[in-house]
């Protein structure tokens, strides 16, 4: 059973461009949630998402930032017009239910220049 | 202030030293989690209770809700133990807050 899978590991993008970053969760797994890591900051949650709904998106900027999860195939995590601010390492985790276990991905390192 | 207080920030232990890390939180939870993140790599989840208290290893994980504070302990540390903890609490509405991690160091 592989466990959560983020691609791609690194990504590199220019100011303007978009960034899509993918989170397969665990086998049977259909709670999803995105994290962001600023520099020298701790983990704060952007997102909370069951297959093709968002329950929470608390924690997601209001512009530009958009996520989903579709019935079918990995969960996407989508920057428009990114900006130098948005270079961060994001991590999504997974969960069979609510209020159980996250499992971790091992995160996208997305570098904006 | 931030809902989750770790403490300390760094720690700096010999191998085979008992060690301790703090997390207190300041609302009500539905479950606490203990995560590892190495350098430059992912985080693995070490332990999500909501209750008492639970063992891998040489790791151990408490929590008592009533005074709302967690511990994590590593008993006979090794340089492999190296890396940053990270206390998560859950809230009701599933979600998650951060502590601001403890950096461990483990000398040999």
Same mark, same amino acid.
């Given at each position: 059973?592989?466990?959560?899978?983020?691609?791609?590991?690194?990504?590199?993008?220019?100011?303007?461009?978009?960034?899509?970053?993918?989170?397969?969760?665990?086998?049977?797994?259909?709670?999803?949630?995105?994290?962001?890591?600023?520099?020298?900051?701790?983990?704060?949650?952007?997102?909370?998402?069951?297959?093709?709904? $968002?329950?929470?998106?608390?924690?997601?900027?209001?512009?530009?930032? +958009?996520?989903?999860?579709?019935?079918?195939?990995?969960?996407?995590?989508?920057?428009?017009?990114?900006?130098?601010?948005?270079?961060?390492?994001?991590?999504?985790?997974?969960?069979?239910?609510?209020?159980?276990?996250?499992?971790?991905?091992?995160?996208?390192?997305?570098?904006?220049? | 202030?931030?809902?989750?207080?770790?403490?300390?920030?760094?720690?700096?232990?010999?191998?085979?030293?008992?060690?301790? $890390?703090?997390?207190?939180?300041?609302?009500?939870?539905?479950?606490?989690?203990?995560?590892? /993140?190495?350098?430059?790599?992912?985080?693995?989840?070490?332990?999500?209770?909501? +209750?008492?208290?639970?063992?891998?290893?040489?790791?151990?994980?408490?929590?008592?809700?009533?005074?709302?504070?967690?511990?994590?302990?590593?008993?006979? +540390?090794?340089?492999?133990? +190296?890396?940053?903890?990270?206390?998560?609490?859950?809230?009701?509405?599933? /979600?998650?807050?951060?502590?601001?991690?403890?950096?461990?160091?483990?000398?040999?």
């Amino acid at each position: 059973n592989a466990g959560v899978m983020q691609n791609p590991r690194h990504l590199v993008r220019r100011r303007g461009q978009e960034a899509r970053l993918r989170c397969s969760p665990m086998k049977g797994h259909s709670h999803v949630y995105w994290y962001r890591q600023l520099p020298e900051e701790g983990l704060k949650f952007m997102v909370y998402l069951q297959k093709e709904n $968002i329950i929470d998106e608390s924690g997601m900027p209001k512009e530009r930032f +958009s996520a989903e999860f579709p019935k079918e195939g990995p969960s996407i995590l989508r920057i428009q017009q990114v900006v130098r601010g948005d270079s961060a390492a994001y991590f999504c985790a997974s969960s069979p239910y609510q209020h159980t276990e996250a499992f971790f991905g091992q995160g996208t390192r997305l570098t904006v220049v | 202030k931030n809902e989750v207080e770790q403490s300390p920030q760094n720690l700096t232990a010999q191998e085979g030293e008992f060690i301790t $890390i703090n997390c207190s939180y300041s609302v009500g939870i539905s479950a606490l989690h203990w995560l590892q /993140q190495h350098p430059g790599g992912g985080i693995v989840s070490l332990f999500m209770l909501s +209750s008492g208290k639970k063992k891998h290893g040489r790791l151990i994980a408490t929590i008592n809700i009533q005074e709302k504070h967690s511990s994590l302990h590593i008993t006979a +540390s090794h340089p492999r133990d +190296s890396a940053v903890y990270i206390c998560a609490f859950q809230n009701t509405g599933n /979600q998650f807050y951060f502590g601001t991690g403890t950096s461990l160091t483990v000398i040999p």
